[in-house]
């Protein structure tokens, strides 16, 4: 082959080349701008802004239908396809989110990857009545009351602590369980009310339910001895000494006589108590009835169920609170000894 052949097939190698990388370079320009053009907002001067609630387990897929559903995007596709493209596919949280039509998909997939849902942050304390956790919710804005107690007292809640639970509107009386909540903006007086029975049953293991058979007793009556006990003692660590002298009263046919349930029946905490308020007609006074009263008088921490549940191995029969003014108690088996530990506190206490 000549010289000149070869330069000729050389000179069309490189055309060929530069063809192609003209080709490539073209093809890449207008995918960006095809993609730059999907990043647009849907509509750039919309002032709307959108709550959208992005189920656990949607797709991709899924969150562009309702995306667009919403009026917050044009085009599901684009969506999966931007989504692919920027390593987002399958990163998404679920969650309450507020979006508008005048964010870019960018903006929309980086809200939607953060998790920065809309939610509302409430705490229920440990050892409040129903009625005072409607108080509290209705004050912090979250519930409308009538609607709340309506639902406590006739609400569909399946749940297997709830089968020996009085009926009517003490239905759920003890059953709210105390702790931190996070809930959508958009949440029902059911819906919060439902996330906090959720969070017992997450507490009530599988032991706790074999533990109460093993006791003889049911659930509801576990959980009014916890309710006992915690509104009884704020000390963790005689939780089970409390629970001893409820078992031990009990097992003996000795009423309770628990100022608690007395203040229960009142529908008001008293520090102390006269005799007149003992004498209190109510099914929850346990100065005036036998056993137990028939369901919790607050919702009780999962330290006081599990005192309910396991509690010490003693001969208490009393207890008062002591001289220290620490919120302890002293603990007796007779009742002289329980009379000596009285007149300290009362002394402690100036009464």
Do not use: W
Not at 71 to 85: E, N, P, T
Not at 226 to 232: D, M, N, T, V
Not at 309 to 329: F, M, N, Q, R, W
């Amino acid at each position: 082959m000549s010289s000149k052949r070869r330069k000729k097939k050389g000179n069309g190698l490189l055309i060929g080349v530069i063809v192609v990388i003209a080709l490539i370079a073209i093809g890449v320009g207008g995918f960006s701008v095809i993609m730059g053009d999907a990043d647009k907002a849907f509509d750039p001067d919309s002032t709307a802004m959108m709550t959208v609630e992005i189920p656990s387990g949607t797709t991709t897929t899924g969150i562009g239908n309702l995306l667009v559903e919403q009026g917050v995007i044009d085009s599901a596709d684009s969506f999966k396809l931007q989504s692919k493209m920027k390593g987002m596919d399958g990163k998404y949280k679920a969650g309450e989110y507020t979006l508008s039509p005048s964010m870019t998909m960018t903006e929309i997939m980086e809200i939607l990857v953060s998790g920065n849902v809309n939610t509302l942050r409430f705490t229920i304390p440990e050892g409040l009545r129903v009625d005072e956790v409607a108080d509290k919710l209705e004050a912090e804005g979250l519930i409308n009351r009538d609607i709340f107690m309506k639902e406590i007292e006739s609400g569909e809640f399946n749940y297997r602590f709830l089968k020996d639970a009085p009926a009517g509107e003490l239905h759920l009386e003890g059953y709210l369980y105390p702790n931190t909540y996070d809930v959508f903006t958009t949440a029902s007086e059911h819906d919060i009310i439902d996330r906090l029975l959720r969070q017992l049953d997450s507490v009530f293991t599988d032991e706790m339910y074999a533990r109460a058979e093993e006791l003889g007793m049911d659930i509801n009556e576990v959980m009014t001895i916890a309710s006992l006990i915690e509104r009884e003692t704020m000390v963790d660590s005689e939780k089970a000494k409390v629970a001893s002298v409820i078992y031990n009263r009990l097992d003996i046919g000795m009423r309770l006589q628990i100022d608690a349930t007395v203040q229960y029946a009142m529908g008001e905490s008293k520090q102390f108590l006269t005799y007149k308020d003992l004498e209190i007609e109510s099914p929850y006074n346990t100065y005036q009835i036998d056993g137990l009263p028939p369901g919790p008088i607050c919702s009780p921490s999962e330290a006081s169920i599990k005192a309910a549940l396991y509690p010490e191995d003693t001969d208490y029969i009393y207890y008062v609170l002591s001289a220290a003014k620490d919120g302890t108690h002293k603990f007796a088996k007779t009742g002289s000894e329980f009379q000596k530990y009285k007149q300290e506190y009362k002394n402690a206490y100036g009464i």
